[in-house]
């Protein structure tokens, strides 16, 4: 298993090949059915821990409490899914369970900003946390006031562009000072470029040594800090948990030398997860509003560590996909090639770029052609990528939805109600 460690910076992703930024090509048709369903194979008939990282909760065997406890994280009430986890801590059944609940357990505390239950998780920990220093972050942002948002009367209707790489950004106001950000659910944190926090007044929160992986596996430093004011078109948000990055590890040269993108800063999941944003790809918009308290008649959107999203196969079997709009292009995990057509696969080198600023060779498959049944619609991807990766925190996904996926309609996102709806124009 391929464990993640708290990637906070697993999203600013951009696949490059030669000197163009290249997504798969992506077409929509309206969804009609499914096909004949596909008889089970080994991988539907799992059980124990590997049926409840493929999402078989049923399949739990002897980890009854640990799969009531992921049924609780993926309907959103993470305060049932801390008490079970907490007990399987105190009392664990074996070596293995605790592992599990307790990488589950900090993403749970993480979700819900709970920084002194991870210092106590810290504290009782041998090594610590985790490599990366989470127990950095928690006591800094432990210290700050805690995090308001006011929310105006009328949806926040905001212009949309699309940088180089094609993430949506949209214009931000920190402590009085504008510049566009990205929209990037891949992002654990806010990032701000460090010569851009300068001039805003944003200051490092301490002296917080915190390392942070990136999308191409680098290391970076980071440093939390605390945005007084964040405004996005109406909405105020108060005291912000965000994190400093150096300027030259949010630009993006190839060879070295010629830089083809520079971010100044991100809107991530800590304020995306408070939202019921619409990004309108299309029509270069974005709509935010308040998420209204609502019993949706089913999620498609969940979350543990990384927010992702359900879809279908076109023989109806569930696939689901890590979603991150930072980056440019959707592509898939190995574990996926034992449920699809895999003729005419081939190897193929590409470059990837990610915080750090390195464009890496990556080696990587490259499948002709992939469907995914998304809501009423089913996405048509040619020439997409396929590489090792998709174990999280503790879930196997699929692959990774990209912004490409959303660029001839719109996607809404409300985490709250677990509710991720891709709207697309008829025809296309």
């Given at each position: 298993?391929?464990?993640?460690?708290?990637?906070?910076?697993?999203?600013?992703m951009?696949?490059?090949?030669?000197?163009?930024?290249?997504p798969?090509?992506?077409?929509v048709?309206p969804f009609?059915?499914?096909?004949?369903?596909?008889?089970?194979?080994p991988?539907?008939?799992?059980?124990?821990?590997?049926?409840?990282?493929?999402?078989?909760?049923?399949?739990?065997?002897?980890?009854?409490?640990?799969?009531?406890?992921?049924?609780?994280?993926?309907?959103?009430?993470?305060?049932?899914?801390?008490?079970?986890?907490?007990?399987?801590?105190?009392?664990p059944?074996?070596s293995?369970?605790?592992?599990?609940?307790?990488?589950?357990?900090?993403?749970?505390y993480?979700?819900?900003?709970?920084?002194?239950a991870l210092?106590?998780?810290?504290?009782?920990?041998?090594?610590g946390?985790?490599?990366?220093?989470?127990?950095?972050?928690?006591?800094?942002?432990?210290?700050?006031t805690?995090?308001?948002?006011?929310?105006?009367?009328?949806?926040?209707?905001?212009?949309?562009?699309l940088?180089?790489?094609?993430?949506?950004?949209?214009?931000?106001?920190?402590?009085?000072?504008?510049?566009?950000?990205?929209?990037?659910?891949?992002?654990?944190?806010?990032?701000?470029?460090?010569?851009?926090?300068?001039t805003?007044?944003?200051?490092?929160?301490?002296n917080e040594?915190?390392?942070?992986?990136t999308?191409?596996?680098?290391?970076?430093?980071?440093?939390?800090?605390?945005?007084?004011?964040?405004?996005?078109?109406?909405?105020?948000?108060?005291?912000?948990?965000?994190?400093?990055?150096?300027?030259?590890?949010?630009?993006?040269?190839?060879?070295?030398?010629?830089?083809?993108?520079?971010?100044?800063?991100?809107?991530?999941?800590?304020?995306?997860?408070n939202?019921?944003?619409?990004?309108?790809?299309?029509?270069?918009?974005?709509?935010?509003?308040?998420?209204?308290?609502?019993?949706?008649?089913s999620?498609?959107?969940?979350?543990?560590?990384?927010?992702?999203?359900?879809g279908?196969?076109?023989?109806?079997?569930?696939?689901?996909?890590?979603?991150?709009?930072?980056?440019?292009?959707?592509?898939?995990?190995?574990?996926?090639?034992?449920?699809?057509?895999?003729?005419g696969?081939?190897?193929?080198?590409?470059?990837?770029?990610?915080?750090?600023?390195?464009?890496?060779?990556?080696?990587?498959?490259?499948?002709?052609?992939?469907?995914?049944?998304?809501?009423?619609?089913?996405?048509?991807?040619?020439r997409?990528?396929?590489n090792?990766?998709?174990y999280?925190?503790?879930?196997?996904?699929?692959?990774?939805?990209?912004?490409?996926?959303?660029?001839?309609?719109?996607?809404?996102?409300?985490?709250?109600?677990?509710?991720?709806?891709?709207?697309?124009?008829?025809?296309?």
């Open positions: 298993m391929k464990q993640m460690m708290f990637y906070m910076l697993s999203g600013l951009i696949l490059v090949n030669g000197c163009s930024i290249n798969s090509t992506v077409s048709a009609t059915g499914f096909g004949e369903t596909a008889a089970p194979g991988a539907d008939q799992e059980e124990g821990w590997e049926a409840l990282q493929h999402w078989q909760l049923d399949s739990a065997g002897s980890h009854p409490k640990f799969a009531e406890a992921l049924r609780y994280v993926l309907a959103g009430q993470f305060d049932s899914a801390e008490q079970i986890m907490a007990g399987i801590v105190a009392d059944p074996d293995l369970s605790l592992k599990y609940a307790l990488a589950v357990l900090k993403e749970l993480i979700q819900q900003s709970d920084w002194p210092l106590i998780m810290d504290a009782q920990s041998d090594s946390l985790d490599r990366q220093n989470t127990a950095g972050l928690a006591r800094a942002f432990s210290r700050a805690a995090e308001e948002y006011h929310f105006p009367d009328v949806p926040v209707v905001l212009p949309t562009g940088s180089l790489s094609g993430v949506p950004e949209i214009e931000v106001t920190v402590n009085g000072v504008r510049k566009k950000f990205w929209i990037d659910t891949g992002a654990s944190f806010s990032v701000l470029a460090s010569d851009f926090a300068q805003c007044g944003v200051f490092p929160a301490g040594k915190v390392m942070s992986e999308a191409t596996e680098l290391q970076v430093q980071i440093q939390p800090a605390v945005i007084d004011t964040l405004c996005i078109g109406g909405l105020t948000v108060c005291h912000h948990p965000a994190i400093i990055l150096n300027k030259k590890d949010l630009e993006f040269k190839l060879f070295g030398l010629f830089r083809i993108l520079k971010i100044n800063g991100i809107l991530g999941w800590n304020a995306i997860r939202l019921d944003m619409t990004i309108d790809y299309k029509n270069g918009k974005t709509t935010i509003r308040e998420s209204a308290a609502a019993e949706p008649e999620r498609n959107f969940y979350w543990l560590g990384y927010p992702m999203v359900r279908y196969d076109t023989q109806g079997r569930s696939l689901v996909f890590d979603l991150d709009t930072g980056a440019n292009a959707t592509s898939l995990y190995s574990a996926i090639l034992t449920k699809i057509d895999t003729t696969i081939k190897s193929k080198e590409i470059h990837m770029g990610g915080a750090g600023g390195e464009l890496q060779k990556v080696e990587t498959y490259e499948i002709p052609a992939f469907s995914l049944v998304l809501d009423d619609y089913v996405l048509h991807f040619e997409i990528h396929c090792d990766g998709g999280g925190v503790f879930f196997q996904t699929m692959g990774v939805l990209g912004s490409d996926m959303a660029k001839s309609g719109s996607i809404r996102l409300d985490y709250r109600n677990g509710v991720f709806d891709p709207e697309f124009p008829a025809g296309e």
